[in-house]
């Protein structure tokens, strides 16, 4: 089964593109270096995604990040730090990535940011506990092997209180991990394009946030829609969404904040090939806290014989 869906997925077995997650705009810095600390607040983000459902050894990755504003230096600097383990198989990806981006002033309310990544790759092959139609296959080492290479991301990105946008591209050096100098694990070069809004409903109570994502590698293309209704009251909010991809999946999605925590739950459910009860479950869960400090009235003090 592991072999099948090797063939099926739009990659090779010895090539890689980047994990598409289904709750992208919780995500933003994953795709985009240049949105770390942009919008003036402490962004923590989990994930964990559990794809093709049902069958052994199916892809599950794990995510967490965290990126803020560097206020010590200027409010125009943002840094983030995250980490990704991902598994399909007999095979595994880490990375770790450190984050900065400079943003300025563009517009009444907008910030536009240019950002840059730098990660260390990790790519290891273990064949133990996989079954080969040819135990001896030359194309897969007999025992686990595994390699590290230098990776780099950049990106623009604009944030105002209302939408944002931002494109980038991950593995800008089309990184090759060397294992044993026999066996090699290409990463693509891989380009994004994202944006999204906030669109407020007459009922003071309600909004939308349409949000889209196209990523490619100008080989392979993948475009993303969603759109959720979000309901918030009191410092909670709850949301109800669903995204589109064509020829490839529809995705339900249900989550709240409560006064800064977020939890949501996705469900992709392929329509093409894989079938409905064998999508991909993926669960994010993450903080947010405003840490903007030079709004004006922030910090302000009274003296208490004038309260």
Same mark, same amino acid.
């Given at each position: ?15 890689q593109n980047d994990v598409q997650f289904a709750d992208y705009t919780? +995500?933003?810095?994953?795709?985009? /270096? $240049? ?7 402490? #962004?923590? =983000?989990?994930?964990? &995604? ?81 079954? +080969?139609?040819?135990?001896?296959? /030359? $194309? ?7 390699? #590290?290479? =230098?990776?780099?991301? &950049? ?100 989550g709240g904040n409560f006064h800064g925590v977020c939890l949501g ?9 894989i079938g409905m009860l064998n999508g991909s479950h993926e669960i ?24």
């Open positions: 089964m592991l072999l099948w869906l090797l063939l099926w997925l739009p990659v090779g077995s010895m090539a919780r +995500l933003k810095s994953y795709y985009n /270096p $240049a949105s770390s600390g942009t919008d003036g607040k402490l #962004n923590v =983000a989990g994930a964990y &995604a559990m794809q093709f459902a049902g069958y052994d050894n199916a892809p599950a990755t794990m995510y967490i990040g965290a990126d803020l504003p560097v206020y010590f230096l200027s409010p125009r600097h943002g840094a983030g730090i995250s980490l990704l383990s991902d598994k399909f198989g007999m095979f595994s990806t880490q990375k770790i990535a450190l984050q900065y981006a400079y943003n300025f002033k563009l517009g009444q309310k907008g910030r536009l940011a240019i950002g840059v990544q730098a990660a260390m790759l990790t790519e290891k092959i273990d064949p133990n506990n996989i079954k +080969l139609e040819e135990q001896n296959d /030359p $194309a897969f080492p007999s025992s686990e092997v595994n390699g #590290n290479h =230098a990776d780099f991301a &950049a990106g623009l990105f604009y944030y105002h209180p209302r939408w944002w946008a931002g494109v980038s591209s991950q593995h800008l050096l089309a990184p090759t991990i060397q294992m044993q100098d026999k066996y090699e694990y290409a990463f693509d070069r891989m380009y994004y394009l994202m944006g999204g809004c906030n669109i407020r409903l007459k009922n003071s109570l309600l909004s939308l946030q349409p949000s889209f994502m196209v990523m490619t590698d100008l080989t392979e293309w993948r475009e993303d829609v969603q759109c959720k209704l979000t309901y918030e009251y009191e410092g909670r909010s709850f949301y109800a969404g669903v995204g589109y991809s064509p020829d490839i999946s529809t995705t339900f999605m249900v739950y996705s469900y992709q459910m392929y329509t093409s090939g994010t869960i993450g903080y947010q806290a405003d840490l903007d400090l030079f709004k004006k009235g922030r910090n302000r003090h009274k003296s208490v014989r004038f309260l």
